[in-house]
């Protein structure tokens, strides 16, 4: 199902551990635990990390093994459609400190920042430094999101599209970020 080009990895992939850490990602559950962690906008490797160490132990601490991980886990991402959102994200765990994140390819990345005096009043936009932002209120950084899922759902926008063009011609565009649930 999945091809893997192991380029400088190759005298490694060739190993018996090499073979088997291939064999162990290209699972189909450890390919969803990969996609989860992406579509969580989380380096993929946090999703296999735990089932990695259990798997191989000592074996993937080297960092020659934890390179080629990461280079065999970008194969079968972008097999699948995702491409590197950011490389060298930093990661506290085990056995990683740094890894790439992933994202669909149809995902823009946004930027939330909210009114210090009302915080439900949001400003979404494509720059996270130096962002034009409005000059009525004090903005503080509040989130990064790039799932369209998680636009719709946390700030009300119906057409990523739509956003972007605005954004893109306006700097910004400012969302109300209306109550979920009232008091009771």
């Given at each position: 199902m999945f091809a893997y080009s192991p380029d400088k990895f190759a005298s490694l992939y060739a190993t018996d551990l090499g073979q088997r850490i291939w064999s162990f990602?290209?699972?189909?559950?450890?390919?969803?635990r990969l996609e989860t962690?992406?579509?969580?906008?989380?380096?993929?490797?946090?999703?296999?990390?735990?089932?990695?160490?259990?798997?191989?132990?000592?074996?993937?601490?080297?960092?020659?093994?934890?390179?080629?991980?990461?280079?065999?886990?970008?194969?079968?991402?972008?097999?699948?459609?995702?491409?590197?959102d950011q490389s060298d994200v930093k990661v506290q765990s085990v056995p990683f400190s740094k890894a790439a994140r992933y994202r669909r390819a149809d995902w823009i990345t946004f930027h939330a920042f909210r009114n210090t005096s009302?915080?439900?009043?949001?400003?979404?936009?494509?720059?996270?430094?130096?962002?034009?932002?409005?000059?009525?209120?004090?903005?503080?950084?509040?989130?990064t999101f790039a799932s369209?899922?998680?636009?719709?759902?946390?700030?009300?926008?119906?057409?990523?599209?739509q956003l972007r063009q605005h954004v893109h011609a306006h700097g910004y565009q400012r969302v109300r970020i209306e109550r979920m649930l009232r008091r009771a």
């Open positions: 990602l290209t699972t189909p559950e450890n390919v969803a962690a992406s579509e969580l906008s989380k380096p993929a490797v946090e999703g296999i990390e735990e089932q990695l160490l259990a798997e191989f132990r000592e074996e993937v601490l080297a960092d020659r093994v934890k390179q080629m991980v990461g280079h065999m886990v970008r194969q079968i991402l972008e097999q699948r459609d995702w491409v590197l009302d915080p439900r009043d949001v400003v979404l936009t494509d720059r996270r430094q130096n962002a034009a932002l409005p000059e009525d209120a004090r903005w503080c950084y509040y989130a369209p899922l998680k636009a719709a759902v946390a700030f009300g926008v119906r057409d990523i599209r």
